[in-house]
């Protein structure tokens, strides 16, 4: 492989990304956004963090956010309006199990 070869290949990478980066709509965005959120909040959960409750409520809102934008999936915003009402239910029932056992 000659050194031109090299910088045409490593040009047609950085052109694939730039394309790539371009490509990629506020969806898109929005749900990859909402997934890390998610686990997040899931993972926080299993570790007893109360705050797992506050960041799984984030990342329904953005679910609800992306439906809207996308085609709208009346059942999943529904689902997940929901999940925002088990989520503030949690938040305050963990702060008064909390409470009880001091």
Known sequence: MTVLDLIQLTWSYIVTFFNFIC???II???SITALILSLAGNLLINFKKRTGFIVWLLS???W???NLL???NVSQII???VYIG???HGFLN???SKQVTK
Do not use: C, H, Q, T
Request: charged content about 15%.
């Open 60 to 62: 329904n809102i953005l």
């Open 70 to 72: 996308g085609k709208p």
């Open 86 to 88: 088990f989520n503030v």
């Open 94 to 96: 963990w702060r008064k």
């Open 23 to 25: 490509s990629i709509s």
């Open 79 to 81: 689902m997940f309006i």
């Open 28 to 30: 898109d965005i929005l």
């Open 64 to 66: 609800i956010a992306v």
